[in-house]
């Protein structure tokens, strides 16, 4: 509310929207936390909406780049474990990723940066998967898993890639 009265919305003020879109991908994870399915969809449609808008004036905005693929994936993961729906999740999480490889094209030193790709590389391969294409699905994985090679682990994050090398292997 602070930021909106501060013209987050009407983009006069970009710190402002940063700071909003911010506090609206918390919002959109608090709720999806709490099983709030339909605050989380309209929380993260209006993020990604404001996002989008300050994309177009600023291409390289940092705050709306990692909106955008955080609500995306968020998007991705009601569609895929909340409904079911693979196509409509993989989609989303493509968006994701496409978001966040901006955001390394950008800068390539934020490790959770990195850690996010391949969280969502791993999305997608799941996806595939679950869409029959096992070839694509064990390429996207690989990809996933490569990318511990490009930032330091915390030790969940190495857990994570641990159990990816595994499900690589099965």
Do not use: C
């Not at 709030?36 to 993020?47: H, I, M, N, R, W």
């Not at 909106?67 to 693979?86: F, K, M, S």
């Amino acid at each position: 509310e602070i930021a909106r009265n501060m013209n987050a919305l009407d983009l006069t003020n970009l710190p402002a929207s940063a700071i909003y879109l911010q506090a609206g991908t918390e919002l959109a994870f608090v709720h999806y936390d709490k099983g709030e399915l339909q605050e989380t969809e309209e929380v993260a449609k209006e993020t990604a909406a404001l996002a989008d808008r300050v994309l177009q004036m600023r291409p390289d905005n940092r705050p709306a780049i990692l909106a955008a693929a955080d609500v995306a994936r968020l998007l991705a993961d009601i569609e895929y474990n909340q409904r079911g729906r693979v196509s409509a999740a993989q989609k989303h999480y493509q968006e994701s990723r496409a978001a966040l490889e901006r955001l390394l094209a950008l800068d390539t030193s934020k490790g959770a940066v990195w850690f996010n790709l391949a969280e969502v590389k791993f999305n997608i391969a799941s996806t595939l998967r679950d869409l029959g294409r096992m070839q694509e699905a064990i390429q996207m994985l690989h990809e996933a898993i490569t990318m511990a090679d490009r930032f330091t682990l915390t030790p969940l994050m190495a857990r994570d890639f641990a159990t990816w090398s595994g499900l690589l292997a099965l």
